[in-house]
């Protein structure tokens, strides 16, 4: 029911993804009357799917507040969310209510042990390949042990969807002056440095610029500074797009020009299509749910699909909570090691 | 004597403002063997121009601190700083190391009445024409007041440098959960509701892609989150430049298109070179120095120097003391009144 186009985009999407990957099977969960019409359309997906009505449909101006008082229970968002909690799904997709989906998907499905907050994931497409930006806005602010728990949980996203092994990550940091950063930044970049995780390659404090160089593979950042880069990226390919295309209008010869490489600039507008490059994943909760662009087309949407489909089937959520209970065991080993180390002293 | 490409860059961009501006005087500090060379390739700089030899150059990898220590009156940076004080210069442009340069004007200019904190203003080209996007690095965080005191700084750059007499402002914040940004910035939000200032336009809170829409003219954040959003909308920009010329190389048709529209290409190039629009401006500082981009070439350099002059001519310093003094007057006016409320409520 989300999004800016609701069904109209959500089921075409879904009969693309179940001719490419038979295997999966959908739970629809929306109005009737919505989404029935736009079903008929497609009779092969019957086959592969099931649809569940749900009164409520939670609004994309709906406080997330107001989302959980109204929606709890009855709204096809929740009711999504509440299959994965039951095992009935494996993966929740939505396009709708971002804050909405946050906020009902922490309260059905919490977060995993020792993960004290969500982050939410952005694929991020960079000069090299793609990498994992996190966390672009579930949070504000966040200490040391949350940035870490980023780091991890990006790294075992990066893992599952890029198929690296042992993904590098960096620290999301300003160069400017002498003492750069913030305390919790510094801080988390020195127990990344002394944890030696195995399933992870720290590199350090990268800047702004490196993002879009694609200098590691997993960024990590507190939700603040994380959606403001974000938002600043896509307003800066919006730009240049507008840019581009008064450039191409301005003269005869340039207009001669853009019909000729007429097919270049369709696959650049693609490449910069920020509904294309889709899906912010929620991390850190016992259950995938993965939040597409509220204005991307069917083919957005159905990349969204497939991106929880690649985390599911590469046990993203296993992997990710094997590698936070080893940090914490680690951890909670050093402290003892190093109150010991303490007490010795003392004794001496 | 700073920057990649130091007085090679910096003595053309002088020789070519003094056309343009025959009422500019410089004073050219630096050391006699790098600058003399230049400087006699430009015989008619020789008019407007005095050059003084300084021994030593703060080096673009000095820690601000450091520089401090060795270059504190015997460098040609902290030397171009103290004209300013002094009286003799009317502003500083300096391509040099940003840390060492803030650490210098600092030390030396000290910030302004009642004001914290300085902060680094970048002039961000945007869809509808530039905006002052502040602090992009001097600081790291910042309370309330000092967000307020930014929105007035940027205010009267804008004004000095657009012509604007009461330019809007926004502050940067994120749009994703129910309570909204961090604290600093909703209370920084009301003062600025509240205080109804003449010289500014208040218009809320804008998110990271209206800075490139050109929502408001003066975008405020704290030096943080400000860096990212600039180093990670340059990273964007050479990004899409990167797709962009492997886009028009693919095919033989992109080619010939690439060749009749070449005059639109150059000057889409230009409008995306972040060397160009240039110049970080020192804001908050009792006198003004301009930080030109360390990759800047002659025209770029030129447009730094050009900036400063700008700000000069439109007294810039006078009118943003002026506010500011307002401001905080008022401020304590209404502390006052309240306190007056609170005692007849005791005592009632």
Redesign the interface.
């Known amino acids: 029911m989300g999004g800016d186009h609701g069904a109209s985009v959500v089921i075409p999407a879904l009969a693309a993804v179940a001719t490419r990957r038979p295997e999966i099977k959908f739970i629809i969960y929306g109005r009737e009357d919505a989404v029935r019409p736009e079903l008929a359309k497609f009779p092969a997906l019957s086959g592969s799917s099931e649809f569940v009505h749900c009164e409520v449909a939670v609004q994309m101006d709906d406080?997330?507040?107001q989302a959980l008082r109204h929606g709890r229970g009855t709204s096809s968002m929740w009711n999504a969310i509440e299959a994965v909690k039951n095992g009935q799904a494996d993966a929740c997709i939505s396009a709708g209510n971002?804050?909405a989906l946050?906020?009902m998907a922490k309260f059905c499905l919490r977060t995993m042990a020792s993960v004290d907050r969500p982050a939410?994931a952005a694929i991020w497409?960079?000069?090299r390949s793609e990498s994992v930006v996190l966390d672009v806005?579930?949070?504000?602010?966040g200490d040391a042990q949350q940035l870490v728990d980023f780091a991890i949980l990006g790294t075992g996203m990066a893992r599952a969807l890029f198929g690296i092994e042992r993904p590098s990550v960096g620290l999301?940091n300003?160069?400017?002056?002498?003492?750069k950063?913030?305390e919790e930044v510094k801080e988390a970049g020195r127990m990344l440095r002394e944890a030696e995780l195995s399933s992870l390659d720290y590199r350090g404090f990268v800047?702004?610029?490196?993002?879009?160089?694609g200098t590691v593979d997993v960024v990590v950042?507190e939700?603040?500074?994380g959606?403001?880069?974000?938002?600043?990226?896509?307003?800066?390919?919006?730009?240049?797009a507008?840019?581009?295309k008064a450039?191409?209008g301005?003269?005869l010869?340039?207009r001669?020009?853009?019909?000729?490489?007429?097919?270049?600039?369709n696959?650049?507008r693609e490449?910069?299509d920020v509904s294309r490059s889709n899906g912010g994943v929620f991390l850190g909760l016992n259950g995938i749910v993965v939040k597409s662009h509220g204005g991307a087309d069917s083919a957005g949407f159905a990349a969204a699909v497939e991106l929880g489909y690649d985390m599911v089937r590469n046990k993203l959520l296993d992997r990710v909570q094997a590698d936070i209970d080893l940090f914490h065991a680690r951890n909670r080993q050093g402290q003892t090691t190093q109150a010991n180390v303490v007490k010795t002293d003392e004794e001496g």
């Open positions: 406080k997330p507040s971002t804050g946050m906020a939410i497409p960079n000069l806005g579930a949070t504000i602010g999301l300003v160069g400017v002056e002498e003492v950063g913030q800047e702004g610029d490196d993002i879009g160089k950042t939700g603040f500074a959606n403001i880069a974000l938002k600043t990226a896509e307003g800066t390919a919006r730009q240049i507008g840019y581009l450039a191409m301005r003269t010869m340039a001669i020009g853009y019909i000729f490489a007429r097919g270049a600039f696959q650049l490449k910069m």
